[in-house]
């Protein structure tokens, strides 16, 4: 496995200028607020740890002021950390001299904000190859590089263009198009779609999504909204008052919520379009035999003991090779029958769909085939009026 792109360790951060006392506070649990009522002093971020893993997108996920932009800030090494420490490819940024930092930041974590500040009074092109040209590369292939990416976020026909004459999407793209075309090792990107209207920042995403595709870059990516975090992270991590208080995948998040501060979040989201098969199945609800060519009524009335209405016959390698049902006891030589299979990660509507129109449960399989559990009717109206029950 690879090792981390980023680990952050214990980081804390308290604005003031005695923050001792707030540390000792937060350790025992004291939150933001009565830290500050107490002792004047700013929690920005306390006792935060996680990894980011090469090719992921992270995303740091809180209202506004619990911490986020600190936390990153921490990362690059804007802000000195109170405590804590973050390391980058394996190594200590706060060991990294001052002149070094300043390459590392423009190298490998090239940020992108909400304003991209572009500069008005140069071509897109120039724009976007102003990254590579405070890095000292040269005018050509600065230029070529920044065309590809310009190209990449769909400008290219625009490259001669100034930022005026362009739409806000439009501008965000070229800002997206600066930082990427450094081709950073870790992209930092602080709200960068936020300020844009619903429909923008949708196309933004996506075009964020299909480069991942393409090249898989390392990403740490701040949001406020939970769909946009849901669409674009690997995993998020929640922040609440400085610290995370739950890290996972958006599936993790929505079927295991920590708490109400994170539920709240779901609220008005019709959160059920995020989980997969894979969400909702059962492991042990549907008894499982072993395939043979010649099945008799008495090894299937065992797997079915008494009170199961079908059970699945698997090959020797875990696959699905039909499913027999309480009906075939009568006959001397049970009849196999065909029965379709669901993969793991195939999205809740697809599943309903297909459950429904189903007598029996139907298997779910792993990308390999084999199988990995049921889900069946039960299943999907569940977890249909958990997730949609509160706003239908
Ligand atoms: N330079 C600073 N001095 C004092 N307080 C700060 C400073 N920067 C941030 N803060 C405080 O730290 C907390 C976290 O802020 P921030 O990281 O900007 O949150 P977010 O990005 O999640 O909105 C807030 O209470 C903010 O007021
Ligand atoms: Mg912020």
Same mark, same amino acid.
């Given at each position: 496995?690879?090792?981390?792109?980023?680990?952050?360790?214990?980081?804390?951060?308290?604005?003031?200028?005695?923050? &001792?006392?707030?540390?000792?506070?937060?350790?025992?649990?004291?939150? &933001?607020?009565?830290?500050?009522?107490?002792?004047?002093?700013?929690?920005?971020?306390?006792?935060?740890?996680? @990894?980011?893993?090469?090719?992921?997108?992270?995303?740091?996920?809180?209202?506004?002021?619990?911490? &986020?932009?600190?936390?990153?800030?921490?990362?690059?090494?804007?802000? +000195?950390?109170?405590?804590?420490?973050?390391?980058?490819?394996?190594? @200590?940024?706060? !060991?990294?001299?001052?002149?070094?930092?300043?390459?590392?930041?423009?190298?490998?974590?090239?940020?992108?904000?909400? !304003?991209?500040?572009?500069?008005?009074?140069?071509?897109?092109?120039?724009?976007?190859?102003?990254?590579?040209?405070?890095?000292?590369?040269?005018? &050509?292939?600065?230029?070529?590089?920044?065309?590809?990416?310009?190209?990449?976020?769909?400008?290219?026909?625009?490259?001669?263009?100034?930022?005026?004459?362009?739409?806000?999407?439009?501008?965000?793209?070229?800002?997206?198009?600066?930082?990427?075309?450094?081709?950073?090792?870790?992209?930092?990107? $602080?709200?960068?779609?936020?300020?844009?209207? %619903?429909?923008?920042?949708?196309?933004?995403?996506?075009?964020?999504?299909?480069?991942? /595709?393409?090249?898989?870059?390392?990403?740490?990516?701040?949001?406020?909204?939970?769909?946009?975090?849901? /669409?674009?992270?690997?995993?998020?991590?929640?922040?609440?008052?400085?610290?995370?208080?739950?890290?996972?995948?958006?599936? +993790?998040?929505?079927?295991?919520?920590?708490?109400?501060?994170? /539920?709240?979040?779901? +609220?008005?989201?019709?959160?059920?379009?995020?989980?997969?098969?894979?969400?909702?199945?059962?492991?042990?609800?549907?008894?499982?035999?072993?395939?043979?060519?010649?099945?008799?009524?008495?090894?299937?009335?065992?797997?079915?003991?008494?009170?199961? $209405?079908?059970?699945?016959?698997? $090959?020797?390698?875990?696959?699905?090779?039909?499913?027999?049902? /309480? @009906?075939?006891?009568?006959?001397?030589?049970?009849?196999?029958?065909?029965?379709?299979?669901?993969?793991?990660?195939?999205?809740?509507? $697809?599943?309903?769909?297909?459950?429904?129109?189903?007598?029996? %449960?139907?298997?779910?399989? +792993?990308?390999?085939?084999?199988?990995?559990?049921?889900?069946?009717?039960?299943?999907?109206?569940?977890?249909?009026?958990?997730?949609?029950?509160?706003?239908?």
């Amino acid at each position: 496995m690879n090792s981390p792109k980023v680990v952050v360790e214990g980081l804390c951060k308290v604005f003031g200028t005695s923050p &001792k006392e707030a540390v000792a506070m937060l350790a025992a649990g004291a939150t &933001k607020e009565e830290v500050f009522a107490r002792t004047g002093q700013i929690v920005g971020v306390h006792n935060v740890s996680f @990894d980011v893993k090469e090719g992921e997108i992270f995303v740091l996920m809180g209202l506004s002021g619990s911490g &986020k932009s600190t936390l990153i800030r921490l990362i690059n090494r804007l802000v +000195e950390p109170t405590a804590g420490k973050v390391l980058i490819d394996g190594r @200590d940024v706060a !060991s990294v001299p001052r002149k070094e930092l300043i390459a590392l930041r423009r190298k490998d974590m090239s940020m992108v904000f909400q !304003s991209f500040a572009l500069m008005p009074q140069r071509t897109v092109l120039s724009n976007a190859a102003f990254g590579l040209e405070v890095a000292g590369v040269g005018r &050509k292939e600065r230029e070529t590089r920044a065309m590809t990416v310009l190209e990449q976020v769909g400008l290219a026909p625009f490259a001669e263009k100034l930022p005026a004459q362009l739409s806000g999407g439009m501008q965000q793209r070229v800002g997206l198009a600066r930082a990427l075309a450094v081709n950073p090792s870790l992209m930092i990107m $602080d709200e960068a779609f936020s300020a844009l209207d %619903p429909l923008k920042r949708k196309e933004m995403q996506n075009v964020l999504l299909n480069l991942q /595709r393409e090249q898989q870059r390392t990403i740490l990516f701040v949001s406020h909204d939970l769909e946009e975090a849901m /669409r674009i992270g690997t995993r998020i991590a929640i922040m609440e008052g400085g610290r995370v208080v739950q890290i996972g995948t958006p599936q +993790e998040i929505i079927t295991n919520p920590a708490d109400d501060y994170v /539920r709240a979040f779901f +609220e008005g989201i019709d959160t059920s379009r995020y989980l997969t098969a894979g969400d909702l199945m059962q492991t042990d609800a549907v008894p499982l035999m072993q395939h043979s060519p010649q099945m008799d009524a008495s090894s299937v009335a065992a797997t079915l003991n008494g009170s199961a $209405d079908y059970a699945f016959v698997l $090959d020797s390698e875990r696959r699905i090779r039909g499913f027999v049902g /309480r @009906d075939a006891l009568g006959s001397a030589s049970p009849q196999l029958n065909q029965i379709e299979c669901i993969r793991r990660s195939t999205p809740l509507d $697809d599943v309903v769909e297909r459950v429904v129109a189903s007598r029996a %449960p139907l298997p779910v399989v +792993e990308a390999d085939g084999s199988y990995c559990g049921s889900v069946n009717k039960t299943n999907v109206l569940n977890v249909l009026t958990r997730h949609r029950g509160s706003h239908v």
